[in-house]
């Protein structure tokens, strides 16, 4: 009886441990500091062009941390990222990825008022809207893989907003649309990464998992809510085609949170996470994101998301390494990948923790 309770005891204090030990990812303080350590590694060790979309996610959640911190030196290094690329987006006319980095430009033009930093993009879209499009049986349409939903959208939708120019929303709308024709799952509510993915297409041999389940891949799906998120926080309360943005997040929400993983973390394969071993950051990073901006912005329910939410962010901070960056970043791929460790870090995987945490130190 008396190692009976001396064993409840022990039990009882190991959960406060364990309870008083999650509360503190939850602190203002921590989360900044985590934010800023990570930042601060990435900036320390660069990867790819500037005008990559690699960086091009990466500096989104650089803006976001700048805005989380306040950091003086978080907020020059984009000064200097964007004179480097002298403002200008990658230098394919029609691609999404060369479009992501300028969503940081138009953040900074927001505050320096510097045309210079839009110019450049605003001459490659109004050049794009005139050149005609001519794509293969995969690049059948503009924006024919899902990550594409997170490197233009908010660029675009971002400039309408900067401008007044509503053209830009419908740009948007309809390069959206095709996608989501194209690439929505409407039984998963889940993207297919691109058609080679998409089952019952005439002339696509049929990709399955391990376990025979069709293939949606964490990151891309990941990329997709991010860039929902990213749109519904710039598009006018009353525009019309608003809504339809809402209902893709919240369709994508459940389906999401129902394929978290007992860590908080989802695998690089969502319906087949037993066949890919440990938490991916940068697909988890970006749905920890989107669904604690659902959380604060009143369009996920907080009673259903929040514990989602938490185990998340709980999860992604087992990931962060010694020196402060963040590990177990799948590589660069357009598939699931099992080949990534706690030492396989990428900028976009950074830039995916460092939107969750802006998102995360809102919570109320």
Known sequence: MKYRLLLFVLLLSLIHVNAQDGKKFFKAGYIKKTMKNAAEWQLKNPKHNLYDWTNGAFYAGLYSAWETTRSKSIYQAMLDMGAKNEWKPGPRLFHADDHAICQTYIDLYRKEKDRKMIDPFIHTLDKMAKTPYAGNNKERIIWWWCDALFMAPPAFVKLGVTLNDKSYFELNDKLFLETYNLLFDK????????ILYKWNEP?????KESNGKKIFWSRGNGWVMGGLVRVLQELPADYPRRDFYVQQLKEMAARVASLQQPDGLWR?????????PGGEASGSGFFCYALAWGVNNGVLDKATYLPVVKKAWIGLNSLIQPDGHVGWVQPIGADPKKNFSAESWEVYGTGAFLLAGSEVIKLD
């Open 187 to 194: 039984e998963e509510h889940l993207y297919a990464r691109d």
């Open 203 to 207: 002339g696509i041999e049929v990709r």
């Open 268 to 276: 690089a394969s969502l319906l087949d996470p037993a066949a890919y």
